[in-house]
């Protein structure tokens, strides 16, 4: 569990969400249709964003995802990971042949129970939200750069730390 002192209280997770506009490249905090906090200088996968996404593609996925676990990360500063791949990542892989029944089995078990599928499938995993690390904040401000993920500054991560928990949409 990650527990990150501030001098400003954090604001009650509940009814938070999290949405992210890979098109517009955005990404805002929401309380029901309320916008607590927006950001404008995300980047995503390097080669856009996809309902069909393949382990390697440098594609973000498109979906519905809920955060399955905070930690601490050498590389990027902090690392919100998704839940991904979920189960209709799955049924469609499974329908055009990206993965096996096994797969989507597994997918389904772990989907049925709230847990967080295997981050070994051929459909990627290590989705999250994450912070720039040491990495160049220029090139993040001016390039989609990751393998998948949802970039934000350091700072930015941080602060996203105040309203989310996992579980969050």
């Given at each position: 569990q990650l527990i990150l002192m501030s001098a400003i209280a954090p604001v009650?997770?509940?009814n938070i969400r999290v949405v992210v506009?890979?098109?517009h490249e955005t990404l805002k905090v929401m309380r029901g249709k309320q916008v607590i906090k927006s950001y404008d200088d995300i980047a995503i996968g390097r080669y856009g964003a996809t309902y069909y996404k393949s382990r390697g593609d440098h594609k973000t996925p498109l979906g519905k995802f809920k955060i399955g676990w905070i930690k601490k990360s050498n590389q990027y500063h902090r690392f919100i990971?998704?839940?991904y791949p979920d189960l209709p990542a799955a049924d469609r892989a499974l329908v055009d042949g990206r993965i096996e029944e096994p797969q989507w089995q597994a997918i389904r078990r772990a989907s049925e129970a709230g847990k967080n599928p295997s981050q070994s499938t051929?459909?990627?995993g290590y989705i999250g939200i994450h912070g720039l690390g040491s990495g160049d904040a220029e090139v993040h401000g001016q390039y989609?750069?990751?393998n998948g993920c949802v970039a934000l500054t350091n700072e930015q991560v941080d602060q996203l730390l105040k309203w989310v928990k996992v579980g969050t949409p």
């Open positions: 009650q997770a509940d506009d890979t098109r990971g998704l839940n051929p459909l990627g989609n750069w990751t």
